[in-house]
T-cell receptor, first 111, second 114 residues
């Protein structure tokens, strides 16, 4: 059974700093890995999707990497802004068509 | 930008009542999903739906749950006899051709069972 873990559970950094969020998964047989953002009481906004054959994806200040063999992914946020404050969720898509989510990292950017 | 829309945004219901949560997936998408998130817990897969039938379902998706695509646009989740532990945020999602595409989620429907 796929298990997804995210560390840290919470992170506070001053505005302007670069930061890295971590995600690990137990079963490397995945189709893709997706990073989502969730604001309190809101839905899930897709940030980046990395196919199993890819190593990284970039969108603006965000860069996500994937090391499938070791079961790890990172989300790098450059030059953080207060608007980046949210919970970031990592999810892997397995061949059984199910997205398995981590518990998320709650990020607070301090102005 | 096209989006998945869900109604209602919040519903309070008494234990034992039937609830229908509605979703309008993105128009050219072919795969539809329901996920739920109990407060403070992980987002959990409930069911996937393709070609007018259930493709996969989790152990959570027992006989009290059902899904339907009654017309060309709506996708519904029915909970037949709600229990207190059904209180959660329910997310509808859709994707274009197959599961390897980006999955787009709706804003969710908060269900509170009292």
């Amino acid at each position: 059974k796929q298990e997804v873990t995210q560390i840290p559970a919470a992170l506070s950094v001053p505005e302007g700093e670069n930061l890295v969020l971590n995600c690990s998964f137990t079963d490397s047989a995945i189709y893709n890995l997706q990073w989502f953002r969730q604001d309190p009481g809101k839905g899930l906004t897709s940030l980046l999707l990395i196919q199993s054959s890819q190593r990284e994806q970039t969108s603006g200040r965000l860069n996500a990497s994937l090391d499938k063999s070791s079961g790890r992914s990172t989300l790098y946020i450059a030059a953080s802004q207060p608007g980046d404050s949210a919970t970031y969720l990592c999810a892997v898509l397995s061949p059984n068509e199910k997205l398995t989510f981590g518990t998320g990292t709650r990020l607070t950017i301090i102005p | 930008e096209p989006e998945v829309t869900q109604t209602p945004s919040h519903q309070v219901t008494q234990m034992g009542q039937e609830v229908i949560l509605r979703c309008v997936p993105i128009s050219n998408h072919l795969y539809f999903y329901w996920y739920r998130q109990i407060l403070g817990q992980k987002v959990e897969f409930l069911v996937s739906f393709y070609n007018n039938e259930i493709s996969e379902k989790s152990e959570i998706f027992d006989d009290q749950f059902s899904v339907e695509r009654p017309d060309g646009s709506n996708f519904t989740l029915k909970i037949r006899s709600t229990k207190l532990e059904d209180s959660a945020m329910y997310f509808c999602a859709s994707t274009l051709i197959d599961q390897r595409n980006t999955i787009y989620f709706g804003e969710g429907s908060w269900l509170t069972v009292v």
